[in-house]
């Protein structure tokens, strides 16, 4: 599995270091910048030109950091034409560190349906999770 982290600008590439602080290389990791001199036309074509690279038969999977944004619509559209599996928004390192781990055990529909099962527990709260630990001492 191949996975595309793309972003407004260095948002993938600053995520993937983040991942790699943590867990060490990222292998079959790929960042692509969108910067602001740049627009849909230019990002579809550093796309097309990273999937060139890739075996026609690998999965892959795309992260993009907010959903309906040129990033996420540029990679959208190429999952709709069937160059890429899947696409996830709300690029996080929640996100990035569970596809790290899992990515070479599971295929991409799996991994989408864990990240949508345990994105709930991606977002914590410190006053919430405070009162839920006084409500649960009583």
Do not use: W
């Not at 969108?34 to 579809?44: A, I, R, T």
């Not at 890429?84 to 599971?106: F, H, Q, R, W, Y």
């Amino acid at each position: 599995m191949k996975v595309i982290l793309i972003g407004h600008y260095n948002t993938a590439i600053s995520m993937q270091k983040a991942v790699e602080m943590i867990v060490g290389e990222t292998e079959d990791f790929y960042p692509i910048t969108f910067l602001p001199n740049e627009g849909l036309d230019s990002l579809k074509a550093k796309i097309d030109d990273l999937l060139e690279k890739f075996d026609k038969n690998e999965e892959i999977l795309a992260i993009a950091d907010l959903y309906s944004g040129t990033p996420y619509n540029a990679v959208a559209t190429r999952s709709l034409e069937n160059k890429i599996t899947d696409v996830i928004s709300g690029m996080s390192l929640p996100i990035c560190l569970e596809v790290a781990m899992n990515k070479k055990t599971m295929s991409v529909k799996e991994l989408v349906n864990l990240i949508l099962q345990n994105s709930k527990d991606y977002t914590r709260v410190l006053s919430k999770s405070l009162t839920e630990q006084d409500e649960e001492e009583f």
